[in-house]
């Protein structure tokens, strides 16, 4: 130890501190100029104590207020376990899952929200707004008659090519002519499923899955077919396959092959491959949700399950409004062979899009600022993931188990054995803590062990201690 | 004649002239400089001459380029008949509508279009460009987060607040928060039928009536029930009671009480009233479609359906893009008792309207230059509506027969006897016209001997010329 330089010495009594609890998790840590006094010691080894402690992960640096402490963290949480695939699937009934969804999501809004970990959705401040508003600004001088005149026919033209244009770096090659812009991409679902389904369809999706499809199913009359689905790889192909076997006719299949929400998961190629054949054989149509695949940690485009179609049987359904503005409701979609159905369909539902914030995206899109600000959101996203990780891995019982993105917005975590996401859901709101219960992301019951937590907002000691609460609520809440 | 003044007297002179060919329509007319030296008159009567010529119809004066000679008119074209009221009505088939209205609308985006009579819109310069321009740019300058921050719940608040402020002319008193914003009426349309039907119901509709909306009823597996309606007073409540009383449970009513498309029948307050009491005895829902009604040439605002009801039993459709301005997709619904509903189902379907273009509409609509901006657009309406009519009884087959709109953007003109619109349409188009036949405003064929014009561009020679060739084209068709 003697041999340790001073400042790992005085690294080691401040960390041990901090780990018997006589420095708090938030406490101020003493100012460069208060060590020197108190430790006798010169100017650079404070700031060098200061420095080791901060890379170590124990004191958090505040612009402009100094160092704070930071608990230590613990071994990281266990991840998911993998589905069991090897079991026919019932086709879930129609349980009503849409009134389940919509209570959740009203009793939200109702309540005093101070923290909300329900929305899948990342804070203004990790989007463009300058650059977006001057795109517009120009826009608008530029074409002065903008706002008057009917806008084009299934999108405008400049913004289908500059999404064309990057739907290659996914592997796709499609004409901007083949590019439908929608009202986002949970109006592209809604037309797919429209234009390949009749009431009382079967339609296979993954589970857990993304609350906002299994609303729109139910709207549009559909039944959901829910396929096990691997937090690491995807849908089960082995478990799709058996689906095919033993049930119903499949009438369509939805997938989110990158990032899968709740999930995280991401589709190995091979795997995406073999879907698209088994789809092909089988005559199912598969839609394709491509919401998050541009906030995969890593830089290289993920290629779209469409990439590998040969026929016309993939629909391509994706958004801007996760990537590039929450405050835009871009979404586009390429339907294969419905795509006449589709844009007929789109024209009847909600006329073509406004031309406004399409011109604006186009115009950022097109340049080298949008893969920067992608970088960007990326790396801030993997950083507000990590933190969350962290602290769940601090505050929850040790029985808790995590999903481990490659990316997006969300953790998937499994709460302690026995422990309900409902109850979670109401002790939480009754503090104006938000979370998303795992009986959201199913027709059945089988995730009410799980919530989903977004974490789209840079880390703040506010999301921290919600955080804290949630795991006292988890430590305090009787077993099933 | 001698005791006329002597510029009356020359008017005369002209008017001969006119009426025997010898000046033809589109001449120049000689400059009041020319007149004073072929007459010898001063010039205080070759002014008086000229206003005289232009007041009585037959010339035109052009800004900048002078005088022209106009073909005088002929006495006004015959308005249409009466529906026949007092038969029970067959509930149409479901004979695939849809598929005919999108081929007329497929024709025409595939055809060189040089003259389209057959969109329902008005054209850009009739709208406030500027002034709206202004607004958006105003609004990205005070919101800089608004492209990246999540739009608001249902819409609006200040947008919201506005429609609320102006519905109350229309006699609705509704909170803002009873207001829900959608991508146009279509939407609109769209929501309000998914909220309370389903496929398989049939949905009472006027006929004709505006194809949008047949469209609409077939993508959502509804069958239209086509009630008589009168080209003055709208649908026939007489026929609405057989309906009831001889087919099957009507499960909704959609109607355009206020020029109805393609009628431009606006319904008596006394008949209005009787609708929504016979709708609510008879526990139908009552879907008012309210579109047009700013575009009557009357400045008095027109009471909606709404404004009878009492047990939220009428749900209220309106929209401002063809009103405010045909580049923004922006409608508003309130759905009385299916609220909650609709609110579900728009957040289902597409999810909330972005804000900026409901802020740059709220900041417009507020103004004082809104109501200017809607006088000059109907009397601009007004006036391009009046130079159709007089073309149409110039050019078309005597026996032809004409709506009288007192307001609105189109006229409804029934062909000459044994004439076929989709005869018409096919002719039509090949020279680069473009009409909407009377056959898409049915499901059946009952419509063919219409077609309906759009007059909602200022007119020009261009315009003025193609109803020409339309004229020469049914003057030369076979008779069915
Ligand atoms: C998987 C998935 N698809 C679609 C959507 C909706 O996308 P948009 O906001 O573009 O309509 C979401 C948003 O939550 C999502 O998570
Ligand atoms: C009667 C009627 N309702 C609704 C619409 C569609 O309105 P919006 O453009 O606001 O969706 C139209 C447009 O043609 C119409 O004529």
New interface residues.
Partial sequence: MDQLPLYRRLAAHYRAAIETGALAQGDRFPSVRALMGRHEVSLSTAVQLCRQLESDGWLEARPRSGNFVRRPRRLAVRPLAEPIAGQAPDPAQYVGI?ARV?EF?ARG?QAQVKINFS?A?SA?AL????A??NA??RA??QH????????S?NGNATFRNALAKRAMANGMLLAPEEILVT??C??AL?LAL?AIT??GDIVAVESPTFF?LL??LE?L?LRALEIPTSPHSGISLEALQLAIQTTEKIKALVVVPHLQNPLGSIMPDAQKANLVELCRANEIPLIEDDTYSALSNDDTPLKALKAWDRDGNVIHCASLHKVL?????LGWMNAGRWQSRVE??K???????????QL?AADFIASSAYDRHLRRLRSCLKTQRARTAEAIARYFPTSTRLSEPAGGLALWVELAPGLSSKALFDAALAEGIFIAPGLMFSNSNRYDGFVRLNCGAPYTPEIDSALQRLGEICNKLPSR
Same sequence: chains 1, 2.
Avoid: C, H
């Fill in positions: 849409n919509s999501i809004r929305s959705r203004p989007y463009p707004a300058e977006l508003k517009a600004t608008l001088r002065p008659e903008l706002l008057v005149s009917p806008p026919n009202q986002g949970i109006e809604n429209r009749q009431p906002g609303q729109v709207t009359g503005a929450p405050g835009l409701r007929m369909l024209y009847v539902q909600s006329r073509n899009n406004e031309e406004l914030a604006a």
